[in-house]
């Protein structure tokens, strides 16, 4: 008898028969002899309407009013589940983010959990119910309702599986796994078996949108096994945990992302202190700075350039242009038309030739590189937009098939 | 500075609009140098929205699951209301029922407020926060939602008034007060000024349905000072007590219920239980039985008649057939053409003529009376039902115009 956690998107409840669908997903692992606690989001566009309904009050609304609204999406999904498990003839029973225990922080839209108390839950899986919890909110030390911010329901079910040390959590989505590549556009990605958690930390955060980073985080903190599986289709899915023993795999995935701005400042002074103030700058204003590239100086003048997201680039270059007198007055310019394309695999450090097969893939398209960035488990490029697809299919080529 | 709590309907908060008219009301109580707590029920068709769902899902819902989902409504008010009142610069916050202190019995769709903890209430109160309470909800002792059922958020506004000692308890409403007779019907119906929870328990009875009887009930009990006052148009309306001094305003009002059915048996057997009989078994079926009158009997015979709800009568015919043997086999019949009109006004039995003025009226428009019951603060009559809205018109021309 094992413990499950089962994760369900808002796309999974958005009506009765997809409702149903969970369900039976459900009612068919507690009928395979394990105990189930269910973890499910609003309802397909709950949360736009609910947002829709205070954007006509107010473009200003209270966070922690906000809260207070954006909970009653996930309150109304675990009712309406847990009235079809019992349908069904489950015995099952819902629980609000604040009865299942989510102690979390103040800082409403996007709170953090401080403590997990299981005791109702237990309590209710002791007495053989399927538990059917409402994700992405708890309560802060006033009681107020509190929700977690985006991504939230996959925290809540890590969170969960982790406090309750269950066997293994399962995030079901509209996809069978965690591919190679991008299956829509490379037709011959095939789906992994299993993948670290810091592989698809790398992966999530280089536009392969399948899991939460804060969830696969967590996850890694407390070594829970997640399964990426999908709610249409829930045959095996991807396995993401701490280390995998696929042989012959070297790289898991090769990842596009389009959200990216160059910005560069030509003509830096060659002083200490420089990138100090450059970055400072950009901290300030909240601004996440990714690849950065430093040209290696003459004349006591140096380029540099960095990316930050696509949206974040005219912040970053007002931001730079105010101060523009602290680095020299040299010349800002910043370039949309770039896009990331990386490759992902915890071995790839040791093995080598891996740089050099991927740079020799995009040789071959006749693709400029523009940046290069590494780390021990992944190798970034930034080069043209319009390439990026064609980069990406000629990487997985390289590498995978 | 008094304190002032403040229901609205959910007709009152249905939409943007209406939402900011009644947070101008509540900011102009504020401004006006009073503390307000505010009471809200679920926006316009939200309730039924929710049970559409539900029934989307299952026939037969489970009450505590029923309760999760229905109590979302609700919330949303609140959090929408104290947007609202936020935007227009007024300090506010908004409670769940639990947050409230709503303490309540088990009975799910129905609870009853077993305890109210005011606290958190009225620590925000003391920061000049303006409190926004969800209506309709509490939390049992298994830290779980309940509702309270029908015309539940009157009913929390008035225990929370009582709790707070506030200084008067405002229902607001689509109308405009208590009228002595149906506006609609008698253009003459004037707005009462003063009535007393007697008079407003009968009239609400008799079909006159302007406040929730359960609130009427609780206010009377605590003394809870109410006005049922007009939302669209808040002028003064008509205020709810223990005594009232209105001079020379002997009779109330003047209703009329055509959810009436008079049942007849003849010839039951004039011996000693028979009434009981009858009537423990129409109350095992949980049907209320309202005006009994029983002939004096000739031949060791008596008839037997009384009213019930109109929807209760088939249930009553049939309970009553299944047991004909026991009542000596009386024919019993049903009818259903009938209503009951009925004068009410607390002083009316210490002022001779009531009753002979009220039969005078009807007397003048040729209308036959059925059946009479009288109480201290109240004359019904039983009359023929396409008769009703004349008789209304008479009586009210005898006593009040």
Redesign the interface.
């Known amino acids: 008898m094992a413990l499950i956690v089962q994760k369900f998107g808002g796309t999974s409840v958005k009506d009765?028969n997809r409702?149903?669908n969970v369900a039976r997903i459900v009612m068919n692992t507690r009928n395979a002899g394990n105990d189930v606690v269910v973890v499910v989001s609003a309802q397909g566009d709950t949360t736009d309407d609910?947002i829709a309904?205070?954007a006509?009050?107010?473009s200003d609304?209270?966070h922690?009013?906000?809260d207070?609204?954006l909970?009653?999406g996930e309150?109304?999904s675990?009712?309406?589940l847990?009235?079809?498990l019992?349908?069904l003839g489950v015995s099952a029973?819902?629980l609000?983010g604040w009865?299942a225990g989510f102690n979390t922080d103040r800082a409403y839209s996007k709170a953090r959990i401080k403590r997990l108390d299981t005791e109702?839950v237990e309590s209710e899986l002791a007495r053989n119910r399927v538990v059917v919890v409402a994700g992405f909110q708890g309560l802060n030390r006033s009681?107020?309702?509190t929700t977690l911010g985006r991504g939230g329901s996959d925290t809540s079910a890590v969170a969960l599986a982790a406090a309750l040390h269950a066997d293994r959590c399962q995030i079901f989505t509209d996809v069978e796994g965690v591919y190679t590549a991008d299956p829509r556009k490379i037709p011959k990605a095939t789906k992994l078996k299993e993948i670290t958690f810091d592989e698809m930390l790398e992966l999530a955060s280089l536009g392969a949108q399948v899991l939460n980073n804060r969830s696969v985080e967590l996850a890694k903190k407390y070594n829970v096994e997640l399964e990426v599986i999908s709610s249409i289709n829930p045959v095996p899915g991807t396995i993401v945990k701490e280390e995998t023993n696929v042989e012959g795999m070297l790289i898991k995935g090769v990842a596009k992302d389009n959200d990216v701005a160059v910005i560069s400042i030509k003509n830096v002074p060659d002083v200490p202190g420089m990138s100090f103030k450059v970055f400072s700058l950009l901290a300030q204003k909240n601004i996440n700075v990714d690849i950065i590239l430093q040209s290696s100086g003459s004349e006591g003048k140096k380029d540099l350039s960095f990316t930050v997201p696509l949206g974040d680039a005219e912040a970053a270059v007002s931001a730079l242009n105010s101060a523009a007198s602290r680095f020299g007055g040299g010349e800002i310019s910043v370039d949309k038309n770039s896009a990331k394309v990386s490759i992902v695999g915890a071995g790839m450090q040791s093995h080598s030739g891996v740089a050099s097969t991927m740079f020799e893939a995009l040789f071959s398209q006749n693709i400029n590189i523009k940046m290069i960035s590494t780390s021990e488990i992944k190798i970034s490029v930034i080069i043209d937009k319009q390439d990026a697809d064609k980069a990406v299919a000629a990487i997985h080529d390289a590498f995978i098939n």
């Open positions: 009765r409702i149903f609910l309904k205070a006509e009050i107010t609304p209270s922690r009013e906000m207070m609204l909970a009653t309150q109304i675990i009712a309406l847990t009235m079809a019992q349908e029973i819902s609000t009865q109702r009681d107020d309702i």
